[in-house]
Structures are given as C-alpha cells and as structure tokens.
C-alpha cells in the first residue's frame, strides 16, 4: 500500500515537474509584470498627488502676490508653475490669474505670454477658448486690432460666442470696417442672455452704429427669452463670470 502511495506520490511530482519545465518561465515573467505595473500604478498615482499639492501650493503663492498686487511675485510664481506642473489643471488657472493681475497693474504687455501658453496648451477646450477671449483683449489694449481678430476667431464654438462677437466688433472698428462690425454686434446681441447686463453695452453699440436692437432681436411679448432653457442661461451666466472675474 505504501509502495502505490510513494508512485502516486512520485508521478504527481514528475507532472509538476514537467508542467514547471514548461510553463515555469512564463508564469514568473507574467506575475514580474503584474507586480511592476501594480508598483507603476501606485507610484504614477503618488507622484501625481505629489505634484498636484506642490502645484496647489504654488498657485495659493500666485493668489496671494496678485491680491496683493505685486506683479514681480506674480510673474515669479506663474514663471514656477509652467516650469514644475505644466501637466496639471494649476497652472492654466494660474496662467488666468497671473494674466488678470498684470492687467490690472497697468502691464498688459505681460498678460500675453500667460494668456496665449492657456490658448495652445490647456487640456481643457473653455479654458483655452476662455484664454484667446481675453488674449484678444489685451491685444486690443495695445492698439494690436489686426492680431486681436486672428485670436478671436479661433474663439469661436466653446460657448463664449457673444462675447466673441462683441470684440470682434470692437477690433473690426479698429480696423474703420464698420459692416463688419455691425454683423458681429448683431451676432452678439443674438447670442447673450437676455437677462443678462452685459447685453445692454452691446444694445449701445447696435445704437451707435444706426442699428435698432429691436430689428435685430424683437423683444418678446411674455417678457420671457425664447429659445434660450435654463441650462443656457447658467452656461452664460458662469461664462460671464469666469470672464469678468
């Protein structure tokens, strides 16, 4: 009994003996793999939490030189946060915020490097259509009517189009091509809310230029917007606000 035991023992061994000489190398190989990627994973995801509060950091630094209105401090932290955490979601706000702080200031000049890396880098389509809208902008501010239209257009499509329009128009007068501009002034006036203030600055340009608003947009009777749901008008109302912040 023994003896039949010891074979059944020794021809299991020798199966796996034989299945190890097989497929040994194969299934050490696969379970090397799955430890590396599962190590890969974990360290992608700390060195991402790293960057991410050294990034948040960072541009709590940037908020506070710009609220404080030190623009040498600002340019040191936005120049900061493009070199380190270019990847992460900080530094295209900070870009933003570094760009409105020179404005403010006086040094528009300034606001152009952050605004057009936002344009071409940002992950994030508003962000960027955001960017070129207040690029465009700046541009203006600095007698750049021609340039201004270029960046504009590109604007076009991300939800911020009756702004857009708006300063389209602004850089098509610029530019003394007044048909133009009363094309973009209607299409703004199209596009913005009507409960919204900004759409009354619009309604002046229309004027000054010969345009009755009403011809363009005819006021409705149930003093409610039509076409325009309550969704559009909170994606307008947070355009605005991003904008103007």
Known sequence: MASSLDLQEQEQLDQLKAFWNRWGNLLTWGLTLVLLAF???NGWNWWQRDQGQKAS??????????QAGETDRVKAAWGDLKARYAGTAYAAQGALMAAKAFVDKGAAADAVEPLQWVAESASDDSL????????????LDLGKAQEALAVLDKARG????????DRRADALLALNRQDEARDALKAAYKALPLELDYRRLVEAKLMALGVDPASVVPP???GKEPGKTAGDK????????????
Do not use: M, Q, T
Not at 128 to 139: F, I, N, Q, Y
Not at 158 to 165: H, I, Q, R, T, W
Not at 237 to 242: D, E, G, K, Q, T
């Open 39 to 41: 190590a890969a994973y």
């Open 220 to 222: 409705p009777a149930s």
């Open 234 to 245: 909170a994606a307008a109302a947070w355009i605005l606000n991003r904008e103007f912040a």
């Open 57 to 66: 950091a960072l541009h709590a630094e940037l908020e506070r030189a710009a």
């Open 158 to 165: 991300a939800g911020f189009d009756g702004l857009v329009e």
């Open 128 to 139: 960027k259509a955001l960017a070129r809208l207040r690029w465009g902008g700046v541009l």
